[in-house]
């Protein structure tokens, strides 16, 4: 085995889920359907809640909406004729000719859609912006299953954003500016940024004029963000093109982790208005918007850059507590519930789980360990040493646990500055 090929093993998510008690599978569950053990389930749960928060920040406002419909919904918004390959046979209720068939359904967008038709809006109301972390099933084929990559039951960071014709580069650049931000807070660099347009065939929606107007809007936010990218046909969603934001796994295969799109179909087969300036009813843009894009997949990704030693904001153990004896086990404890108390997720590491030595070890991926002894006990201080060795110098408790704090809410990759 050649040292790239070990270092690539090494950083596998699958292995390394495995070893760090991330994530796991069980045949009886099912392939492609992989559970989230604690640890694994902090790190998704701090990645979610750091999403929402930003949306949140951006003016967009959270949304719930089931995971099945009827099929005559799919085959309104066009994924029954255009992606019914990728989707679930239908569940049919029973009834005889009226009976009705529920589908899992492949995205979001057909009920966002529906939210937006629930009542009437003004063009003051625009943009709105709409978003979900919310579940969709793909029948992928068991030979492409792998992991957290490919999977059956995704868990999309999906929104849509219903605006004028003149908002879509505006709303759509906005919606790459976050995208950016947060890859930076994670951690990770895109490979390429990719226009993935329609190609031959029955394939996409047959609606010539739309595609010419998404697809120079597009690039029009492409421009002007001064991007470089590349043109890739075929790869289009079927009811418009996209920007996708391309990344390489530790195997050396790309993927799409983020998209922005533009949709001029969904918003005419559901027949969309808004009322404009001069109160008539006009046809909303649907801008299509992902910043992680499956949950899956971007924890797959996190997992294989940082090898499992994440930012301190995404780590499921942020701060270790090391005492060195029994009887520092208080002062430990203390700061422990000093750091819960402030949002931290801290560990009491005792003197039964063995040496000093052996307990840093064990903790190598956290980012903060701390260790109390006798001097650090007596004078209320800790003596820190961050993840890859680098020593502190001692400082008073108090200060320590707010720094963390600081540093975490911060989202940053750094550990100190």
């Given at each position: 085995?050649?040292?790239?090929?070990?270092?690539?093993?090494?950083?596998?998510?699958?292995?390394?889920?495995?070893?760090?008690?991330?994530?796991?599978?069980?045949?009886?569950?099912?392939?492609?359907?992989?559970?989230?053990?604690?640890?694994?389930?902090?790190?998704?749960?701090?990645?979610?809640?750091?999403?929402?928060?930003?949306?949140?920040?951006?003016?967009?406002?959270?949304?719930?909406?089931?995971?099945?419909?009827?099929?005559?919904?799919?085959?309104?918004?066009?994924?029954?004729?255009?992606?019914?390959?990728?989707?679930?046979?239908?569940?049919?209720?029973?009834?005889?000719?009226?009976?009705?068939?529920?589908?899992l359904r492949p995205s979001l967008c057909p009920h966002h859609a529906l939210i937006f038709r629930s009542r009437a809006h003004s063009h003051r109301?625009?943009?709105?912006?709409?978003?979900?972390?919310?579940?969709?099933?793909?029948?992928?084929?068991?030979?492409?299953?792998?992991?957290?990559?490919?999977?059956?039951?995704?868990?999309?960071?999906?929104?849509?954003?219903?605006?004028?014709?003149?908002?879509?580069?505006?709303?759509?650049?906005?919606?790459?500016?976050?995208?950016?931000?947060?890859?930076?807070?994670?951690?990770?660099?895109?490979?390429?940024?990719?226009?993935?347009?329609?190609?031959?065939?029955?394939?996409?929606?047959?609606?010539?004029?739309?595609?010419?107007?998404?697809?120079?809007?597009?690039?029009?936010?492409?421009?002007?963000?001064?991007?470089?990218?590349?043109?890739?046909?075929?790869?289009?969603?079927?009811?418009?093109?996209?920007?996708?934001?391309?990344?390489?796994?530790?195997?050396?295969?790309?993927?799409?982790?983020?998209?922005?799109?533009?949709?001029?179909?969904?918003?005419?087969?559901?027949?969309?208005?808004?009322?404009?300036?001069?109160?008539?009813?006009?046809?909303?843009?649907?801008?299509?918007?992902?910043?992680?894009?499956?949950?899956?997949?971007?924890?797959?990704?996190?997992?294989?850059?940082?090898?499992?030693?994440?930012?301190?904001?995404?780590?499921?153990?942020?701060?270790?507590?090391?005492?060195?004896?029994?009887?520092?086990?208080?002062?430990?404890?203390?700061?422990?519930?000093?750091?819960?108390?402030?949002?931290?997720?801290?560990?009491?590491?005792?003197?039964?789980?063995?040496?000093?030595?052996?307990?840093?070890?064990?903790?190598?991926?956290?980012?903060?360990?701390?260790?109390?002894?006798?001097?650090?006990?007596?004078?209320?201080?800790?003596?820190?040493?961050?993840?890859?060795?680098?020593?502190?110098?001692?400082?008073?408790?108090?200060?320590?646990?707010?720094?963390?704090?600081?540093?975490?809410?911060?989202?940053?990759?750094?550990?100190?500055?």
């Amino acid at each position: 085995m050649t040292a790239k090929t070990a270092k690539k093993a090494r950083h596998d998510h699958r292995a390394l889920g495995r070893e760090l008690e991330l994530f796991g599978t069980d045949p009886l569950i099912g392939s492609g359907l992989p559970y989230w053990l604690p640890a694994g389930a902090s790190v998704r749960h701090a990645l979610e809640e750091y999403v929402r928060a930003v949306e949140r920040r951006a003016g967009y406002q959270h949304v719930y909406s089931p995971v099945l419909g009827k099929r005559e919904l799919y085959e309104l918004s066009g994924h029954w004729s255009h992606y019914r390959d990728d989707m679930y046979p239908p569940m049919d209720l029973g009834g005889g000719d009226e009976g009705e068939e529920l589908v899992l359904r492949p995205s979001l967008c057909p009920h966002h859609a529906l939210i937006f038709r629930s009542r009437a809006h003004s063009h003051r109301e625009l943009p709105l912006r709409m978003a979900e972390l919310g579940g969709m099933y793909r029948s992928e084929r068991s030979g492409v299953l792998g992991g957290l990559g490919r999977v059956r039951a995704i868990q999309l960071n999906d929104a849509h954003v219903f605006c004028t014709p003149d908002q879509v580069v505006d709303e759509a650049g906005a919606a790459l500016d976050l995208i950016r931000r947060a890859h930076t807070a994670m951690g990770v660099a895109a490979t390429r940024y990719r226009l993935s347009l329609p190609g031959p065939g029955g394939k996409y929606v047959d609606a010539p004029q739309a595609w010419r107007r998404a697809t120079a809007l597009l690039t029009e936010v492409l421009d002007r963000f001064g991007l470089p990218y590349e043109r890739a046909e075929d790869e289009a969603a079927f009811y418009g093109p996209k920007i996708d934001v391309q990344f390489t796994d530790a195997a050396g295969r790309e993927f799409t982790l983020s998209t922005v799109q533009v949709d001029f179909h969904q918003p005419e087969r559901f027949d969309l208005t808004y009322v404009g300036a001069d109160g008539a009813k006009h046809r909303p843009v649907m801008v299509h918007r992902s910043v992680i894009g499956s949950v899956e997949r971007a924890m797959a990704h996190l997992i294989e850059v940082h090898g499992g030693a994440f930012p301190a904001w995404l780590a499921p153990v942020q701060v270790a507590v090391l005492p060195v004896s029994a009887d520092q086990f208080t002062d430990a404890a203390e700061l422990v519930e000093r750091c819960e108390e402030l949002g931290l997720r801290a560990e009491l590491s005792d003197p039964g789980r063995g040496s000093l030595g052996a307990r840093i070890r064990s903790a190598r991926l956290v980012p903060y360990q701390v260790v109390i002894g006798a001097k650090e006990a007596v004078e209320e201080a800790v003596a820190v040493r961050l993840r890859g060795g680098r020593r502190l110098d001692p400082m008073p408790v108090r200060s320590f646990a707010e720094r963390v704090r600081e540093m975490v809410r911060a989202h940053s990759t750094e550990l100190w500055s």
